[in-house]
Each structure stands twice: as structure tokens, then as C-alpha cells.
T-cell receptor, first 114, second 113 residues
């Protein structure tokens, strides 16, 4: 298994909703990432988990809450989002927890906040 | 401030043409430079270049790192319509446990039949 999977593919939510994005990989990678990508922009790093511990939080608002239940799973819990949070949310993983070798990206979740 | 600049921002070519995409960087303590291809969704890894591996080739794609000029090029020969995508360049600074990549804005390539 050499891929990163993400669910759902598309999500539409209201500003008062609570939803979660899920990411899964079975490559034995020890670092997992959440990125946010707006149209015509490069991916913007949000969080990094290394060996299941939160290593980097790029000053992301608390309405985004990451969770790493185990080494294969990464969740992003969403609550009270704003319309400007609408974007493609990408999950990625990389082999080691110390440096970026290569990042394998999932297909993303297209999020629309109404 | 660390930054990565790609050029051109966009270009359109005809099938069969050869294209060269540019990436220049200013980072504190360079570790590696990566090229990705992004079609409709997730970026797909193409190459990683480091001080010990400054030239990579895969089929019609090749890339060279020029550490003196702080830049890299991505060459695509005999382009095909399937090469139409955004090509992203990212640089990894050598900063301990920091795993943050510095991304360029990308070059949008269109290949017409």
C-alpha cells in the first residue's frame, strides 16, 4: 500500500457545524502533515505530527483541531469555521520523523464553508 | 526571510515542444529542493535534489540543481497534453527537526495538441 487516503472527498458545512477530516496511510511513515491550499496558491502548512506527537502548529486558529490516534491515522476536527476557511485540505506523510525526505500527498478534501 | 521564486508563472506550448521551468531560492542552510506536479488535486512528487544529487532524470523529465546560482531547472522534452499541470518547487531548509518546506507559487503549464 503506497498511498495516502483522505475522506471525505468533498465537504460542505455551515459555520455552526462540527465535522472531521480523516487521513490514513499504511506505509509505516512516521511524520504526517495537514496542509491548506487555496486556489492558485501553494500548499500552506498547518500541522505536523512526528511519531504521533504534535511537532509543529503554524499558528493555526483553534477552530482547527488536529488529532493523531495512531501512527497510521490523522484527523482534523473542524468547528465554527468561517467562509474564508473554504479550501482544499491536503494530508501528507513522509518516512521519517526527523526530516522531510519526500512527502506523499493524499487526494485532498475540498471543503466549502457556507 | 526564506523564499522560493518560480518562473514563468504560466506558459502554453504545443505538443512536442521542450520546456524549461525555473526555481530560485533564498534559504538559510539549504538541505534539499523538491519538484512536484499538481494536476487537479494532490501534488505528486517528481524529484528531490541535494548537494550529493544535483541531477535527476526520469523519462522525459529531468532536473538540475545549481548550488552556486541557488536555483534549479525542470526540463520536459517532447511535451504531451498530459504534462499540463502546475509544477511546484519547494525547498527544505536545514533546520534541525523542522519539517517545513518553503514553497514557490508554481508554474502553470498548458500543452496544446
Amino acid at each position: 500500500d503506497t498511498e495516502v487516503t483522505q475522506t471525505p472527498k468533498h465537504l460542505v458545512m455551515g459555520m455552526t457545524n462540527k465535522k472531521s477530516l480523516k487521513c490514513e496511510q499504511h506505509m509505516g511513515h512516521r511524520a504526517m502533515y495537514w496542509y491548506k491550499q487555496k486556489a492558485k496558491k501553494p500548499p500552506e502548512l498547518m500541522f505536523v505530527y512526528s511519531y504521533e506527537k504534535l511537532s509543529i502548529n503554524e499558528s493555526v486558529p483553534s477552530r482547527f483541531s488536529p488529532e493523531c490516534p495512531n501512527s497510521s491515522l490523522l484527523n482534523l476536527h473542524l468547528h465554527a469555521l468561517q467562509p474564508e476557511d473554504s479550501a482544499l485540505y491536503l494530508c501528507a506523510s513522509s518516512p521519517t520523523g526527523i526530516r522531510v525526505d519526500t512527502q506523499y500527498f493524499g487526494p485532498g478534501t475540498r471543503l466549502t464553508v457556507l | 526571510e526564506d523564499k522560493v521564486v518560480q518562473s514563468p508563472l504560466s506558459l502554453v506550448v504545443h505538443e512536442g515542444d521542450t520546456v524549461t521551468l525555473n526555481c530560485s531560492y533564498e534559504v538559510t542552510n539549504f538541505r534539499s529542493l523538491l519538484w512536484y506536479k499538481q494536476e487537479k488535486k494532490a501534488p505528486t512528487f517528481l524529484f528531490m535534489l541535494t548537494s550529493s544529487g544535483i541531477e535527476k532524470k526520469s523519462g522525459r523529465l529531468s532536473s538540475i540543481l545549481d548550488k552556486k546560482e541557488l536555483s534549479s531547472i525542470l526540463n520536459i522534452t517532447a511535451t504531451q497534453t498530459g504534462d499540463s499541470a502546475i509544477y511546484l518547487c519547494a525547498v527544505e531548509p536545514n533546520a534541525g527537526n523542522n519539517r517545513k518546506l518553503i514553497w514557490g507559487l508554481g508554474t502553470s503549464l498548458g500543452v496544446n495538441p
